[in-house]
Nanobody
Framework: QVRLVESGGGSVQAGGSLRLSCAAS????????MGWFRQAPGKEREGVAG????????YYADSVKGRFTISRDNAKKTVYLQMSSLKPEDTAMYYC?????????????????WGQGTQVTVSS
């Protein structure tokens, strides 16, 4: 069983930056990819970024492309989401998830574990 714990959320002004972390523990061998999702009140969940844990491939939603960077440290079993040029519309609860299927077009899927989320609030 995989356990995921996110951290790094907070409040920032528009144009600012935050770095989210997602630390994994437990049996992670079945997870081929990691993804970051977000959900704002009254909105559907949106896949933000994904990364293949065995290679260099990554995926970004159009809404964050060029502003967010996903990276991983396999030795630490930690995935990061560096968020820059933040906008008020980036305000949401951010979750990481571990999955078993990765594609460059759709990112990470086949999720088997989710974190509890970390709140990001961007003020104008």
């Amino acid at each position: 069983q995989v356990r995921l714990v996110e951290s790094g959320g907070g409040s920032v002004q528009a144009g600012g930056s935050l770095r989210l972390s997602c630390a994994a523990s437990g049996y992670t061998a079945s997870s081929n990819c990691m993804g970051w999702f977000r959900q704002a009140p009254g909105k559907e969940r949106e896949g933000v970024a994904g990364i293949h844990t065995g290679g260099a491939s990554s995926y970004y939603a159009d809404s964050v492309k060029g502003r967010f960077t996903i990276s991983r440290d396999n030795a630490k079993k930690t995935v990061y989401l560096q968020m820059s040029s933040l906008k008020p519309e980036d305000t949401a609860m951010y979750y990481c998830a571990a999955g078993s299927v990765y594609s460059d077009r759709r990112g990470c899927s086949g999720y088997n574990a989710w974190g509890q989320g970390t709140q990001v609030t961007v003020s104008s």
